[in-house]
């Protein structure tokens, strides 16, 4: 079992930067790529970013350029800074961690993130 723990979530100013950190306990070995989802309300769970465990990102065409993902071995920690904030990023944004032995994906409960001026 993988725990996950999102923290720095909040409100922000349209064009203001924002940086979320998953804290990951338990089984860390079995996890093969990290990432940050997000749901807006009344739309569907999307990707937002992922990183494996060989340092290899992934990104929404829609965070390009502003997002940027993480990765701190020794803290089992995955970051995910967000610059350039419109108020389309608003969204609940949750952690996810996949195991690459049985592809069972764990997930954080979520931490809320409202771009408004």
């Known amino acids: 079992q993988v725990q996950l723990v999102e923290s720095g979530g909040g409100l922000v100013q349209p064009g203001g930067s924002l940086r979320l950190s998953c804290a990951a306990s338990?089984?860390?070995?079995?996890?093969?790529?990290r990432g940050w989802y997000r749901q807006a309300p009344g739309k569907q769970r999307e990707l937002v970013a992922t990183?494996?465990?060989?340092?290899?990102?992934n990104y929404a065409d829609s965070v390009k350029g502003r997002f940027t993902i993480s990765r701190d071995n020794a803290k089992n920690t995955v970051d995910l800074q967000m610059n350039s904030l419109t108020p389309e990023d608003t969204a609940v944004y949750y952690c996810?961690?996949?195991?690459?032995?049985?592809?069972?994906?764990?997930w954080g409960k979520g931490t809320l993130v409202t771009v408004s001026s």
């Open positions: 338990g089984s860390i070995l079995s996890i093969y790529v």
């Open positions: 990183i494996t465990s060989g340092d290899r990102t």
């Open positions: 996810n961690a996949r195991n690459r032995f049985s592809g069972m994906d764990y």
